[in-house]
């Protein structure tokens, strides 16, 4: 089952050191996941997901390649994330092919949105530095699931 990335594993670096690997040009394809907007979490640097009838997010279709994929991301993600498998629009030359994903979506108000929408090359620009750090303070991503 493939993922829709759509908040900071849609940066390389991060790809890297979550997943131990840089996944392959193969693996991540552009898509939109409808009917969702991406805010800010309140007094994080990341997104959340909120449902909202019309919009439509952006991200990336990554299909794992390895068995310590699943574990790894679930992980990162951890307990404020649940993963749901939602209807997503693959871009492809000539059009839009739909599929299913594995979404991870915020597991219930635990994880509340801010006003603010989430833009990658913002956070890129802003909050990357400082979340790579902390990324990498804590160590590997574990192999097998919990």
Known sequence: MMYFFYGTLCDADVQRLVLGYRPGPHQLRPARLPGYRRK?????????????????????????????????LSAY??????????????????????????????????????FHDWVLPRWQQRDKAAFLRSLQDQGPMPCTSR
């Open 40 to 72: 800010q979490a309140r007094g994080r640097s990341y997104p959340v997901l909120l449902r909202a009838a019309g919009s439509q997010v952006a991200g990336l279709l990554f299909r794992p390649a390895r068995a310590s994929d699943a574990p790894r």
């Open 77 to 114: 993600e951890g307990p404020e994330y649940v993963t749901r498998v939602l209807p997503v629009r693959r871009s492809r030359t000539g059009g839009v092919a739909p599929g299913r994903a594995r979404v991870f979506l915020p597991a219930g108000a635990s994880l509340p949105a801010d």
